[in-house]
Each structure stands twice: as C-alpha cells, then as structure tokens.
C-alpha cells in the first residue's frame, strides 16, 4: 500500500458517513419546519372559526379516529356538521380536472383523506341523526392561499380561512340548538379528543359508587381493530382483537365474511363485520348481540 492511501481511504469514508448524517439532519429539520407549519395553519384556522359559537355552532377540534388518524376540526351548526380540514402550503393551490396541486406536487390525496372523514362522520351518524348533512371543508391558511376564494372540488368546499367564518354563518339552517347539542355530545363521546388522557375519561366528581360502577364497565369493554387490505382487484377486511388475534375478515367486493374465532367473540366479531365498511361501521344498538361478562 502506498504512502497515504490508507489515510484517503479513511478519509473518503469519513466524509461519505459525515454526507449521509447531513442529509438526514436536513431531512430532520425539513420535517419539523412542516410540523411547524401545519400547527400554524390550525391556529390560524381555529382564530377563525372561534366565534361561530356565537351563532349556534359547537366546534369540536382536534379528535381522535378508530383508525388512529385524528380530525383538525368537526364543527356541528345549524346547517349541519362540517369536518374542516386545516392546510397551510407554500404554494398557490391550483386546481385541474378535480385535482389539486401547489407548485409540482399534487395534494389530491389530502382532498380523498377529508373525504374519507366525511363518509366517517356520516356513518356514525346513521344512528342519530341519519340526514344530517355533513360538509368537507378545506381551510387553507397562510399569506399565499389564506384570502382565496371558495371553490368546490368533488364535493369539498375548498376557501381560504378568511372566509370560512363568513361562509358557514351564512349557510341555511335546518338544525336546533338542542339538536347541535345533542349531536355535538354524540361526535364529542365517539372521537375522543387527542388531549384527553384514559383517566380524565373517568368522572371524578360524582359518588364513589358512580366512580367505581364506571370502572367496572370500562373492564367489560372489547376493543377490535379493522385494517383493510388491497391487492389485485381484491379487498379485504380483517378483524383483530386488542392483543392482536385475528378474528375474521370480509371481502368488500362479495361481502363474504369469514370467522377464525369462536364463542363471544364469534358473535361480536360476526356484528362487526356484516356491517364494516372501508370508511367505518355503522352498527346500530340493536344489532348487537348479548354477550354475558364477570362482574365482581
């Protein structure tokens, strides 16, 4: 070996593993600047809509979904319900062939995702309030599309935050405020906020008896868990337990479900997925069956 050439070659590692750790450093702080930016733009979202609850409206912000997702906004009003979706982009928001972009990069993904919300909130409603209208709304925040005016795309009502408060004022109302209320307390239950911890869930300033009735029943609670599963032309739901058993599945297109459990679980499993969709299951009460739990 040469004089040296063990010296380079130590030192083209060096600055081949220094590259890589500058990169994922800038990677890093690219990915904070957009935290960030996001966390603006509901701010400046939430500023707008605020004092719509002097006309009626409940303004329920930031909850969470089963799927483990969360909602920036889902407002209840005398129109309706409005699931308001916060953005906050760089670029000017075009539209083209109901797809919408900033700059190069295409963001008709973000409109799907506020759809998939809807048709979320509109299945947990079908118990209560089946005609309930629920609207998408895209907020876009920011000094580039913050002042834009309203556009409809697919069904979302896509508007600069500035005039968000104007436009959800002015709309008819069909609602009264003991409905909004109700249907406010029913969303609000249904997605818990992200900031609420399991054990301010639990009342803490009612009777002892209250506090530990609540606690019993929270113990005879099953959780289940949907994931979907796509491959060629094929779609699947699959069924698991909170420890991760698989319980069964269904098929989208055919509507075949198919059990790997037995006993209770069988009969809870078999509720959940005749009535599953990809966006939700809207299992009413009644279709429920009776299964017998310990109580101590």
């Keep these: 070996m040469e004089a040296g050439q063990s010296a380079r070659e130590v030192s083209l590692r060096t600055a081949a593993a220094s590259e890589v750790l500058r990169r994922k450093a800038d990677y890093a702080a690219r990915k904070s600047a957009s935290f960030a930016l996001g966390a603006d733009g509901e701010e400046q979202v939430a500023v707008a809509i605020g004092s719509l609850t002097d006309h009626g409206w409940v303004v329920l912000s930031d909850r969470l979904t089963l799927a483990g997702g969360n909602f920036d906004f889902v407002m209840v009003g005398p129109p309706g319900v409005a ?16 797809h919408i972009y900033t700059g190069r990069f295409n963001r008709t993904k973000e409109l799907d995702h506020l759809l998939e919300q809807v048709r979320l909130i509109e299945g947990a409603l079908t118990e209560i309030a089946g005609s309930t209208v629920v609207r998408g709304v895209m907020a876009l925040a920011g ?7 309203e556009e409809v795309v697919r069904g979302v009502r896509m508007m600069g935050a500035s005039i968000v408060h104007s436009k959800l004022e002015r709309a008819k109302g069909v609602l009264t405020s003991s409905e909004i209320d109700e249907i406010a307390r029913y969303l609000g239950e249904r997605f818990p906020s992200a900031a609420t911890s399991v054990s301010e869930m639990v009342p ?15 113990r005879s609670f099953r959780f289940f868990y949907l994931k979907s599963w796509r491959k060629s032309g094929h779609h699947r739901l699959y069924l698991r337990s909170d420890a991760g058993a698989d319980l069964g599945w269904k098929d989208v297109n055919s509507l075949q479900v198919e059990l790997t459990c037995d006993g209770d679980d069988a009969k809870l499993a078999l509720a959940v997925l005749e009535f599953a969709t990809p966006v939700g299951v809207p299992l009413p009460s009644d279709a429920l069956p009776k299964v017998p739990i310990d109580i101590p």
Excluded: I, T
């Design 143 to 149: 000094e580039v599309n913050g002042e834009r005016s």
């Design 204 to 218: 803490v300033g009612g009777a002892a008896n209250e506090l530990n009735s609540r606690k019993v029943a929270d």
């Design 83 to 98: 699931v308001v979706d916060s953005k906050n982009w760089s670029y000017p928001v075009e539209v083209r062939n109901s």
